[in-house]
């Protein structure tokens, strides 16, 4: 008995280490290491995954990579650019950039480049782990790409002040197409310049039917985003949506909603100088913001439409205003203004009544923008809903009850009052 209880007060007596048991032992009982471990290839999954970094592929130096999106690190915002872009994370990041030589950073730095944010390089379609094929690749297209900064007069110039990226996706078969918008700015001083700088993702996808939920069965709930059409892919209705500065977002739009009347209204930049040939350009410029992603075409009369049966919809009536300015040689006329106007009404059981849309029609109304003195032009987007029931002939009355009495009922009165 005393010997039991003295061999529960020690340890166990260590086993014998063999030089073929070592690492089995070392295994079961080791620890963290201040060796780093042995470097892995990545394993990449078929496809993308929410918040999975999005991969890109340089041809020239066969380097692959992730696509990135600065953000601002610490009390003083500075940008940092490691930061990878997440797939179907849409947002927007700002930071600061402090410069403690301009005049050589300007020429240097790719980050004031807009180059460097579409050129050399392709974005990968889907992950891979081998051999990237030229069929994954997707081109980085940019609109109205601007030109390389350089120095003037002390003054660093064509600095990328803003970078929109717009990636469209499709479900497992990955990214569709990548475009690439800039904002540019000048940037004055030599030492201790400072540039704040925006970055957006945004995803966006070509929703198919199935995917997109009813405003209703059949008829439009109030409230109930508005159903539109484009080539066949069915979307929701969206406005003009402005930023905190005052100036129309790129990407985020208000949804139209069923049965409620709403007026948006943004600011959108222009060039501070324009040349009579480019009025067409800002003229369609102002139309595709209006727009949106996509022009529509089509309105869902219900709001359970089938994107397949054409009886369902109907076309938007597009009104555009005159292009030619009235007593203005010097001005463009340009859409200021698009009033949507919605017809609609109530149909069937006055018990059930279900709201369907008889039609819409896009009311754009212009202004001449006089050239060599506009930077910026403001917009207003208006939505009206139009009530247009017809309701039936009001009821009759209630039906009254009619009494039918014997014609002598009164005969016992007379008699007793003539006794």
């Given at each position: 008995?005393?010997?039991?209880?003295?061999?529960?007060?020690?340890?166990?007596?260590?086993?014998?280490?063999?030089?073929?048991?070592f690492?089995?032992?070392?295994?079961?009982y080791?620890r963290?290491?201040?060796?780093?471990?042995?470097?892995?290839q990545?394993s990449?999954?078929?496809?993308?995954?929410?918040?999975?970094?999005?991969?890109?592929?340089f041809?020239?130096?066969?380097?692959?990579?992730?696509?990135?999106?600065?953000?601002?690190?610490?009390?003083?915002?500075?940008?940092?650019?490691g930061?990878?872009?997440?797939?179907?994370?849409?947002?927007?990041?700002?930071?600061?950039?402090?410069?403690?030589?301009?005049?050589?950073?300007?020429?240097?730095?790719?980050?004031?480049?807009?180059?460097?944010?579409?050129?050399?390089?392709?974005?990968?379609k889907?992950p891979?782990?081998d051999?990237?094929?030229?069929?994954?690749?997707?081109?980085?297209?940019?609109?109205?790409?601007?030109?390389?900064?350089?120095?003037?007069?002390?003054t660093?110039?064509?600095?990328?002040?803003?970078?929109?990226?717009?990636?469209?996706?499709?479900?497992?078969?990955g990214?569709?197409?990548?475009?690439?918008?800039f904002?540019?700015?000048?940037?004055?001083?030599?030492?201790?310049?400072?540039?704040?700088?925006?970055?957006?993702?945004?995803?966006?996808?070509?929703t198919?039917?199935?995917?997109l939920?009813?405003s209703?069965?059949?008829?439009?709930?109030?409230?109930?985003?508005?159903?539109?059409?484009?080539?066949?892919?069915?979307?929701?209705m969206?406005?003009?949506?402005?930023?905190?500065d005052?100036?129309?977002?790129?990407?985020?739009?208000?949804?139209?909603?069923?049965?409620?009347?709403?007026?948006?209204?943004?600011?959108?930049?222009?060039?501070?100088i324009?040349?009579?040939?480019?009025?067409?350009?800002v003229?369609?410029?102002?139309?595709?913001?209006?727009?949106?992603?996509n022009r529509?075409e089509?309105?869902?009369i219900t709001?359970?439409?089938?994107?397949?049966?054409?009886?369902?919809?109907?076309?938007?009536?597009?009104?555009?205003?005159?292009?030619?300015?009235?007593?203005?040689?010097?001005?463009?006329?340009?859409?200021?203004?698009?009033?949507?106007?919605i017809?609609?009404?109530?149909?069937?059981?006055?018990?059930?009544?279900?709201?369907?849309?008889?039609?819409?029609?896009?009311f754009?109304?212009?202004?001449?923008?006089?050239?060599?003195?506009?930077?910026?032009?403001?917009?207003?987007?208006?939505?009206?809903?139009?009530?247009m029931?017809?309701w039936p002939?009001?009821?009759?009355?209630?039906?009254?009850?009619?009494?039918?009495?014997?014609?002598?009922?009164?005969f016992?009165?007379?008699?007793?009052?003539?006794l």
């Amino acid at each position: 008995m005393l010997e039991r209880q003295t061999k529960l007060n020690y340890f166990q007596q260590p086993q014998d280490i063999k030089e073929s048991d070592f690492v089995e032992f070392l295994e079961k009982y080791g620890r963290h290491s201040f060796l780093a471990p042995s470097q892995v290839q990545p394993s990449f999954s078929a496809f993308y995954r929410a918040g999975d970094p999005i991969l890109i592929y340089f041809d020239s130096s066969s380097v692959l990579s992730m696509l990135r999106q600065p953000v601002k690190v610490g009390a003083s915002g500075l940008c940092v650019d490691g930061n990878p872009a997440g797939f179907l994370d849409s947002k927007s990041t700002s930071c600061t950039r402090i410069f403690a030589n301009l005049s050589k950073s300007c020429m240097t730095d790719p980050a004031l480049d807009a180059a460097s944010y579409y050129r050399d390089f392709t974005v990968l379609k889907v992950p891979v782990n081998d051999t990237v094929m030229q069929s994954m690749k997707v081109n980085v297209t940019a609109v109205s790409p601007p030109g390389a900064p350089h120095m003037k007069d002390n003054t660093c110039t064509n600095v990328v002040s803003e970078v929109i990226y717009e990636i469209e996706y499709s479900g497992t078969s990955g990214i569709q197409s990548v475009s690439v918008q800039f904002k540019v700015s000048n940037i004055s001083g030599n030492s201790r310049s400072s540039l704040q700088q925006h970055f957006t993702v945004h995803f966006w996808t070509r929703t198919l039917s199935h995917m997109l939920p009813r405003s209703g069965n059949p008829g439009y709930i109030t409230g109930a985003p508005l159903l539109i059409a484009n080539s066949g892919a069915m979307q929701h209705m969206s406005i003009l949506r402005s930023e905190s500065d005052g100036s129309c977002s790129q990407f985020l739009r208000h949804m139209v909603q069923f049965g409620r009347n709403m007026r948006t209204g943004c600011k959108i930049s222009l060039s501070p100088i324009l040349e009579d040939s480019n009025c067409s350009y800002v003229q369609q410029k102002l139309y595709k913001a209006f727009w949106g992603m996509n022009r529509t075409e089509d309105f869902a009369i219900t709001g359970n439409a089938h994107s397949t049966e054409a009886e369902e919809w109907m076309t938007i009536l597009i009104q555009n205003c005159s292009v030619q300015a009235v007593n203005c040689t010097s001005c463009c006329m340009v859409p200021v203004t698009l009033e949507i106007q919605i017809l609609w009404t109530k149909v069937g059981l006055l018990s059930n009544p279900q709201a369907q849309i008889l039609g819409v029609q896009h009311f754009y109304q212009c202004h001449p923008l006089k050239f060599l003195n506009m930077s910026t032009v403001p917009l207003t987007t208006v939505v009206t809903f139009t009530d247009m029931t017809d309701w039936p002939e009001p009821p009759r009355g209630q039906p009254q009850m009619h009494w039918k009495l014997p014609f002598d009922i009164f005969f016992p009165f007379k008699i007793a009052a003539t006794l």
